[in-house]
């Protein structure tokens, strides 16, 4: 739901949105997802370490001199971390939600989800195995909407991604909060980006 787009505004000092040509996506924007912190697996195999080893797992991926991360923004992709105890582990954290307002509005983040794999060497089998992927991911839905109040939470609804008015001042709530300095996202640059997913929304853009 624009989790990498979002990074990429919140990361990069150069803002530009470039897809991986698999659909209208920021894949290859100068921001790269932390491998083993990212998806439901991700998430199951964490929780399955004891404390000592969570530890020294964010000790590994938080420690710049070997990563080369700049910041600590991850993009998780999963409602599941919603359950995952932060508090343990980080003193100081904000938690980004990007949650739809409209339950039945999830269907078309599937669709956009599921269109970046149409022209790939096997379509009609890629395609069936995320159609069964977004269908799971529907029936957890309810139950991660229902969990998602927690502690230095930012919610928004990832439709207003749409309207930049209300983009740029939901990143400078993020600023403020966060105590970054103030991002001014490039109006035209993004405006065209957005362009080019609107298809997929117009049944639900504001």
Known sequence: MFGTMLCVILTQRDINFVGDGRGPNAHHSGFHKQDS??????????????????????????????????????????????????????????????????????????ERYISMFAETDNPDVEILQRERLMQKQHRRFPYGYETSQIKNAIYFDPINFFDYDKTQKFIDKVCSITKMENIKIPKKKYVEFMEKNQSFFDKMSK
């Open 37 to 110: 912190f990212h998806s439901t697996q991700d998430y199951k195999e964490i929780m399955e370490k004891s404390p000592e080893q969570i530890k020294k797992f964010f000790r590994r991926i938080l420690d710049t001199r070997t990563t080369g991360i700049k910041n600590n923004t991850y993009n998780l992709s999963s409602y599941s971390f919603l359950n995952f105890p932060f508090h343990n582990f980080f003193k100081d954290y904000h938690t980004i939600i990007l949650k739809p307002e409209n339950k039945d509005s999830l269907i078309h983040w599937s």
